[in-house]
């Protein structure tokens, strides 16, 4: 019997899972990219592309393509998608896995300030100086756009939209980074203090070793909780859990 899987993508984790699945027959899988990035990197078998509508349009969608299982494999800061998959599933009794990458851990030297918020962000940067080094995203930058005492280098990967910092450069450029590649930008841009969130992995931690090795403090935001459902840290313990449905 053929299982259709509906994998939320939009990360590296999404597309190694859905590489995976692949030369698996017994599933047919479906990607869900929410279709911000321009050009995204596209893993192997069927994508569809946009929004859902909410919990309602996706359970519609559920329904509609029979699915029988959902791996919210999002970036853990993707809450309204996660949270939009646990009610559309809880609501039809389907199957859910959240596949979430784990957090960073600072290690000795590193001068991190948990925030719970971009705007703690925003509020907290005076303390630490004028020059900005920000990668949290285009989609969060309107929190920082009044802040003109300060200069931003954002790193993004399509250009931001208005409203933007008013003295900002802008970096575009997608992971992975280069511990040395971010040692350089540091320097380069006399950043004072580096604004991220914990996203996790290896794809984009080594501005955290560089920010270290540099003495350069870090603003980082904390995650948004997971939900009390099924969840797995790696491509390997979903690939388990979609191998054990009942
Ligand atoms: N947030 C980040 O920092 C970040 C970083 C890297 C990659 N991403 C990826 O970028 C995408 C958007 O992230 P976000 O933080 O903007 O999400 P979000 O705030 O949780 O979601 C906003 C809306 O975007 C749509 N959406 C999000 N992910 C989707 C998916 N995989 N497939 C179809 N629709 C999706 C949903 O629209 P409807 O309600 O209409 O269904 C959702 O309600 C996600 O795929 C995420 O994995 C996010």
């Not at 705007?119 to 020059?131: I, N, P, Q, T, V």
């Not at 955290?208 to 790696?234: H, K, M, N, Y």
Request: glycine content about 10%; charged content about 25%; proline content about 8%.
């Amino acid at each position: 019997m053929t299982r259709q899987v509906l994998i939320l993508g939009g990360t590296g984790e999404a597309r190694r899972l859905a590489d995976a699945l692949a030369d698996r027959p017994e599933f047919e899988v479906v990607s869900s990219l929410a279709g911000r990035v321009r050009d995204p990197a596209l893993p192997s078998g069927a994508v569809r592309v946009g929004g859902f509508g909410g919990s309602e349009g996706l359970a519609a969608y559920l329904l509609e393509h029979r699915v029988a299982a959902v791996v919210d494999a999002t970036h853990p800061f993707a809450a309204v998608m996660t949270a939009s998959a646990v009610t559309a599933t809880g609501r039809l009794g389907v199957p859910l896995l959240v596949l979430r990458r784990p957090g960073w851990t600072p290690v000795d030297g590193d001068d991190w300030h948990w925030v719970p918020t971009l705007e703690d962000a925003a509020r907290e940067l005076s303390r630490f100086g004028e020059r900005v080094f920000l990668t949290t995203g285009r989609t969060g930058l309107a929190t920082f756009a009044g802040l003109d005492r300060h200069w931003f280098l954002l790193r993004s990967i399509d250009p931001p939209a208005p409203p933007v910092p008013r003295r900002m450069t802008v970096l575009l450029d997608r992971g992975p980074f280069t511990v040395r590649g971010e040692r350089a930008l540091l320097v380069e841009h006399r950043i004072d203090v580096l604004v991220t969130k914990d996203s996790g992995g290896e794809m984009t931690s080594a501005k955290l070793q560089a920010a270290r090795e540099e003495g350069v403090p870090v603003l980082i935001q904390a995650r948004p909780a997971t939900p009390p459902v099924d969840t797995e840290s790696t491509v390997a313990g979903a690939l388990r859990w979609l191998s054990n449905l009942p």
